[in-house]
């Protein structure tokens, strides 16, 4: 994850550790917690860049103080009554902490009281959920149960609608395996188990596009720069850039290591580089400034030949 003042990358490893590593010194400068060999599974980082918030696979959420560099608090979640908590997001405001569980459960906790201060069960919701908040912080979006996903105002987290799409032939075994939000708002964009990409108007509840056949496999990772001119989708070993507005394909790239799988993909803030992480315990920054020209309807051929050659490599990480 990109720190939104864009000074750092922020990544949990399997031993339980979180790597703090500098952008403009090229170097990890800190390490937060002790090696447990609890895995990572959930990290996120506050707009503000203040706190990091982790999930392991033994359900404690921590919440580290990023300037302070020191432990502000945590949860064993275990002991909820929903518990295994499985996923998290942070709320725009910098106020809350939402998480959902295996038990179909969400829970809101405070950054100020350090408690939780709401617990919802929701019934619909996959075993592990997708989550999202909207940049305006109105609603709150989770995937549900039959290639849905439920659009909840954050306050109060009542349901507004459940989008789904009802042509598919493929509801009751097609999971939402990735989430993501334009920074307007506006457009929900999920990637599922049928290898398509949907785009949903999140106030009206209309599919609005649907990219049949995105890519070969189940889609496990979406991305959009904050400019929303590009969405980054990704299988276990194939990435692909995609221009938004266009949904013209204009990257496509394999992973060069066969015994290693991509885990997640995150665009910094400033849209110049992408950071793709590994099984392999590799994380590699790509420059992507090079796109910035490429807002035409479509491409040649020799056009997109010469963009993949300019997925320069800026560097990779090792943790």
């Not at 000074?7 to 917690?33: P, W």
């Not at 106030?203 to 990219?211: H, N």
């Amino acid at each position: 994850v990109f720190t939104n003042d864009t000074k750092y990358i922020v990544a949990g490893d399997q031993g339980g550790i979180v790597n703090l590593y500098n952008l403009e010194q090229e170097r990890i400068v800190h390490k937060f917690g002790t090696k447990d060999y609890h895995a990572v599974v959930a990290l996120r980082v506050t707009p503000n860049s203040r706190y990091i918030v982790t999930l392991n696979n033994h359900s404690l959420m921590t919440v580290w103080d990023l300037e302070l560099r020191e432990l502000h608090f945590k949860v064993d979640t275990s002991n909820l009554q929903g518990s295994n908590v499985t996923n998290l997001a942070v709320t725009p405001d910098n106020q809350f902490i939402i998480a959902t569980s295996l038990n179909k459960w969400i829970y809101v906790f405070s950054f100020q009281t350090k408690a939780l201060v709401k617990a919802k069960q929701s019934l619909e919701l996959t075993k592990d959920p997708q989550i999202q908040i909207t940049a305006d912080n109105k609603y709150l979006i989770t995937s549900v149960a039959n290639a849905g996903i439920k659009v909840q105002l954050l306050n109060g987290l009542t349901e507004v609608h459940t989008l789904r799409d009802t042509n598919s032939s493929s509801m009751l075994n097609n999971e939402v395996r990735s989430l993501v939000l334009t920074s307007d708002s506006k457009f929900a964009i999920t990637g599922q188990d049928d290898k398509a990409i949907r785009i949903w108007n999140i106030a009206s509840g209309e599919l609005v596009r649907i990219i049949n056949e995105a890519h070969n496999d189940v889609i496990t990772g979406l991305a959009l720069t904050s400019d929303n001119k590009f969405l980054f989708s990704m299988t276990k070993n194939n990435l692909r850039i995609w221009n938004f507005e266009t949904k013209e394909l204009v990257h496509n790239q394999n992973s060069s290591n066969i015994y290693s799988f991509f885990k997640q993909v995150a665009v910094s803030p400033i849209n110049d580089r992408v950071a793709v992480a590994a099984s392999d315990r590799n994380l590699t920054l790509y420059n992507l400034n090079v796109y910035s020209r490429t807002q035409r309807t479509a491409l040649s051929l020799e056009e997109l030949e010469e963009l993949e050659n300019e997925l320069d490599t800026l560097y990779e990480l090792m943790f």
